[in-house]
Structure formats: structure tokens, C-alpha cells
């Protein structure tokens, strides 16, 4: 077939040959800074990426005690303990808990307080900043601080019962409510974060469409519901993609409050991983684990831009 | 101009000299001491070493008990290892050697480890060769608070039995005091019930048959049993409130504070707790006791069979032969003696336990030295791949989350596993 005639074919659909004509149009110039560019950060790509990603899998098929150079193959061995340990089934739910209390209830707070923040008033900007400050907290100063408040001899927690005259519970130590003082963390920790994002997404708003909606009578509710939010899809989406891909890494603040304990009860897969692979200097396990959240990671990543991202 | 000159001169003549006197050999010794008070004469040691030896510098570093474990092996095969660490022996000490990253020091030391007690020299032994050098050994048992028990009308010196000893746990507990306070979140401090009661219930012949795979591995008949008696004290709710939420140091606290009657402890926390409590003071000397680990019923061990720990310094590969010299002199009667004057250990030098000043510590080594069966910890002599889910297994029987049944047999498969 002519060259002619292929693209008579592909002038005859009219969505597809912009961005095939723009990827066409290399200058010179292009190249020359691409042969200059790319190789750098290409290598620096496989050095700190692609190496080690594709090191923690071959470590994952040995047995393997980070001694020396691993020697004994176990082949799927380590994948196989590790579905089978009951600790991991218990991480990977409380990641999905993580997940999901930071969809339904962060996110929702987080919206909220922008919508009200995001209006010019008196003390707004204190307010912002106020919201924030979690966020600037480091997350290990963060878990400490909140081990003092949740202990239930001398923490905070502790003082407001006994003002009550009612003895404490000890959050932390109950396999029932370890994982409930996390969550309250967590929440506390980056609704800041998101609630930003939602405050500069509003105020990059085009103002003339709200103003137009009020004038042609929209209520508060109707303008709410059919023009703000709309505008707001991406930075949702985006806060969306924030919030689970930081579920599913979340470690930092486990380790100062419970170490995953008490019997595994809170842990996630990373802190699983490190109790696992690193305090029991079993590297091919602990890879295998990394590996695992690896392809979790990476499959709701492509898949999330793929359905929910596409336009961005 | 010319006095610039003099001056660079005079500069440059000063760090030449500087450079000339500044030490050939730098000794990096890695120590996880958390007390202040013993670290200031380790301090003083090593200057006094400097002293002694030209040309020699000793330097510090220090890591948290936890973070150490952690660190350890990349710490070991980085190029530029500290040369003395710390170590418990055991389990993790053969891995290192057949990893082959420490030094076999056997030549090195020669006769002088003839001076030290041969059961603690034997622990830093792997297959004939020496690699390190015990400092102190610790023994496990309750230390309690002598107030605390008169007020619950229970005496410390009666209880020799484990039916004796839940008596006297029920007995605190009707007096309205925490019997025992455990650091629960670390694991660790929980892990000594079991291992205590299992080495009470089956003596030196049942662990060496477990680890054969003998009798069952550790999910045989001792093992489990010991897991049964851990969770009848558990079901007296001896422990206080939250205890699976506390650090070792902050249950010594505690302990220390008054606010609860024992704690199953290795023998040099009875100066911790004091350096832990809140007034800075704990509970003293003469109001500290001590009860050896009770008998249960039937058991097989003997009563002056000791658990506790053999904690010296290994030397790694490559490293300067004067960090033998510096481990020696660290374990010379003088220093063993000034460290036991002030009850921070126990010390392995022969005869240098005479200096310890506290009825507390004399008693510990009496009992070390009549001890024919000195078990090291078992998180440490199996391991950590196997020792850690030993200390989990233990928790989960504490924390109700496991049966003894279950605990034992996750231990046996950690166990077949391996490293």
C-alpha cells in the first residue's frame, strides 16, 4: 500500500492524527537534546530503580539470610509462605482499611474544610495553616507524639478519663483497637495534605462560572453540585491516587505506635516486610513481600491512570 | 608581609606536627550501652589505653539496642565495619562466622582467656576457633519489690515452686497490686516465661533434642508444656493494664516507680530500673529481691540451672590486631573489677566478682557459678529468623491470640524453615 494512501486512511478518522502527526514533527534540535538528556537520567533510572526492583525479585527465590551471596534457589517457595503466614492476610486487610477510610472519610473532610477555607474571611489563612501543620510533621515525631497522647498511664487520653473518673483504655496494646488508633491518626496526619490540594484547585477556578450560575438563580447546593465539584474531578482524582498509593506504603507512622503489634495486629505490608525481612534477616522473604506490594502498587497505578486519569 | 609569611610558616609547621602525632591505628568500637554512668568509664578506659599505647585511638559509636539488630548485618559487610561490635552470641554469632566476616581472634588472645569463666569463653567459641570475648553474663529471674510484698503479706524467700508462685501473684492481686510488670511491645521480655519454663521443665537434654528434631523438635511434649503453665500465669491477668503496649524500659520504670510487685528480669536491670524510674532513684538496694525462676511440678531441669545471657565483643575481619589488644584490656581484672564495683555486671574475669558491692548482684554470680547448665537466651541462640518467632509465639500466648498448642507449633515450622 502507498504512502498515499495510508494516509488518506488515517486522515479519514479524525481523532487519531494530531497526536501522530505531533510525535512526527522531531527537529533536530529535539534530538540533539534528547541524545544529551536522556542518557543521564536514563542510567540513573536503572541504577536506583530498575536494579534494585529487579534485585529483590532474584532474591526472592532464595533462601537467603543477607549474609553473603545468596546460594540456596527455593524457586516460588517465599511467595508461597508468605500467602500462607497469616500475618501478611492480616497486613494486606489493613491496608485495604487504610484505603478505605482514607477514601470515605479523609477525602469527604478534606473537601469540606476547602470549600469553607477556600472563601477569604477573617482567620481563614490561620485556619489553612492550622490544618496543615500535621502534615508538616514528620511522620515518626508524629507517631511518638501520638504514643505519648494514646498511653493510657500518663498520656492525654489518659488525664481526659481520669477527669471523668474513668480508668483508660490502652489503645495501643489490644489487638481490637491497635489498628482503630492508627486509623485516627492517619486521618489526622493528611487530611491537611489533600484539603490544600482542593483549596488550590478552587482557587484556580474560573470565578465567572459560579457568578454566572447564582445569576441565573442557582442555589448554593445546585451551584455546589453541578459546577464546583465538576471543575474539581481532577484534583479529586488526583487526591484519590495520593491517598491509596500512601495507604499502601504506609510504615513510618506504625513502627513508633505498635511495631505492627500486638499480634500483627496492625500491621501493613511494608511494616510486615520489615518486622519479616529485616529484623529476621530473612531478605529472600522480606523481597518477596516487596515484590508483592511492588505489583500491587504498580498494578492500581496503571490501572487507576488508565480508567480514572486518562485525560490528565 | 614577611609576617604573613612567618605565620603561614608557623600554620603549616603546626599541622605537620599535629599530623605527625595524630594516631596510625583508629580502633572503631560499636557498644549499644544506653547508661550513661557505665559508658563514662568505658570512656575512660579507652583513653587509658590511648594512654598506654602510642599511636592508638579508640573511637566510640554507639546504636539503640533494637536499631543495632537491625543494622547489623550491613554493618558487618560494609567496608568499613567498625572492628569490636557487640554481641549475644549464640545463633547470630555462627551465622556471622560461617558468613566468614569475623576475625578468629584464637591466636590473639592465646592463654589469656585461661582468666576468664570458661563457660562464657565457650559461647564466643565456633568450631574450636575463638572470634570474640564475653565482658559480662546476666542471669533471668524475678527481682521484686520487698514493700510491695510485705503489704500483700507474701515473702519472697518462700517461693520455690511455680504452684508457690502463683500463689503469690494471686495473693498481690487480691491486695490490689500489679504482680508483675512486663515490657510486652519489645516481645523479648515476654519470651523468658516460656523459655524459663522450658528449660525448668526439660533441663539441657531437652533443647539439644529439639534441636536434633528429636522428641518432636519444640513442638514436643516440654515445649508445649511450658506454653500451658505460661498461660496459666497469663489467665491470673498478672501483668499490668496494657502491658502489650509497653517498652522493656518503660515496664522498668514502672517497676521502678512502686507501681508493681516483679519483674522477670535479666539481672543488671535491678541498676536500669533505678536509672528508669522517675525519681531518678527506683527502688534501692536494700529493698530489691530476688526469687530464682520457680520449679514447676515434675519438672526435669535442675533448680540451679541458669537462663540468662553471655554478652561480650566479637572482632571483625580486617580488623587491626591492637582491637584485640583494646578487647583484652577492656576485660582485665582492673576494668572488670571497677565495672562490678558499681554492680553494672557481672563480670567473667576470675575472681573479679568479689568487687560487686550489692547483696543483689553477689547473689546473681553465686548463682551463675554454681549454674552446670547456663542457657543463652533462645531469641539469640536460635537465631533471628527463629528467635524472633519465638518471642511473637510468646506474645500471642500472653496477648490470649495463640494457644500454647499453636505457639509451639509455629516454632517447630520456623524452626524446619531455617535461616
Known sequence: MSQHSAAAVIRGRPAAPAPAARRKVTTDGQIGALLLFLPPALLLFTLFVVMPIGEAAWYSGFNWNGFGTPTRWIGFDNYRFV???????????????????????????????????????????????????????????????????????YGLLASIY??????????????????????????????????????????????????????????????????????????????????????????????????????????????FLYNNGVSRMRVGYGSAIGVILFVICVTFAITYKRWFMRDE | MRFLTKLALAAAGLTLTVGAAAAQTTIRWLHIEQNPAQVKIWEEVARRFEAKNAGVKVEMQFLENEAYKAKLPTVLQSRDRPHILYSWAGGVLRTQVEAGVLEDITAGVGAYKDNLSAGAVEAFTVGSKLYGLPYTVSQVGFMYNKDLFAKAGVDGGTIKSWDDFLVGVKKLKAAGITPIAVGGQDKWPLHFYWTHLAVRLGGKPAFEAALK???????????????????????????????????????????????????LAISHHSATQRALAADKKGIAEDNLGWIDFPMPAGGKGQPSDTLGGVNG??????????????????ISDEVQRELSKQNFIIPTFKGAELSLSAAFMQNVAKNIAASQYHQNFYDQDLGPSVGRVVNDATAEIAGGSMTPKQAAKAIQEAFKQGN
Do not use: C
Open chain 1, 162 to 271: 481520669r477527669m471523668f473518673g474513668a480508668e483508660a483504655p490502652h489503645l495501643l496494646a489490644s489487638t481490637q483497637t491497635s489498628m482503630l488508633a492508627i486509623l485516627i491518626v492517619v486521618v489526622w496526619k493528611y487530611f491537611g495534605f489533600h484539603m490544600m490540594l482542593f483549596i488550590a484547585a478552587l482557587q484556580g477556578m474560573d470565578r465567572n462560572l459560579v457568578e454566572a450560575a447564582r445569576i441565573d438563580g442557582a442555589s448554593r447546593w445546585q451551584v455546589l453540585h453541578h459546577i464546583v465539584i465538576p471543575l474539581l474531578y481532577p484534583t479529586i482524582r488526583l487526591s484519590v491516587f495520593f491517598a491509596v498509593v500512601g495507604s499502601l506504603q504506609l510504615f513510618d507512622l506504625v513502627m513508633p505506635l505498635t511495631r505492627g503489634g500486638p499480634a500483627d495486629s496492625s500491621n501493613t505490608m511494608v511494616s
Open chain 2, 313 to 330: 565483643w566479637i572482632i571483625t575481619k580486617g580488623a587491626p590486631k591492637e582491637a584485640v589488644e583494646f578487647v583484652k584490656f577492656f
Open chain 2, 213 to 263: 528434631g528429636q522428641n518432636g523438635g519444640f513442638e514436643g511434649e516440654t515445649f508445649q508444656k511450658a506454653g500451658e503453665l505460661m498461660k496459666q500465669l497469663v489467665d491470673l491477668e498478672p501483668f499490668q493494664t496494657g502491658f502489650l503496649g509497653f517498652k522493656n524500659q518503660q515496664a522498668l520504670g514502672f517497676f521502678g516507680d512502686g507501681k508493681a510487685a516483679m519483674n
Open chain 1, 83 to 153: 500467602f500462607d503466614t497469616r500475618g501478611f492476610g492480616i497486613a494486606f486487610r489493613n491496608n485495604l482499611l487504610i484505603i478505605a477510610v482514607s477514601l470515605v472519610i479523609q477525602l469527604p473532610i478534606a473537601l469540606t474544610l476547602a470549600l469553607l477555607l477556600a472563601e477569604k474571611f477573617l482567620g481563614s489563612l490561620a485556619l489553612r495553616m492550622l490544618f496543615f501543620l500535621p502534615y508538616v510533621l514528620a511522620e515518626v515525631a508524629t507517631g511518638l507524639i501520638f504514643s505519648f497522647i494514646y498511653d493510657g498511664n
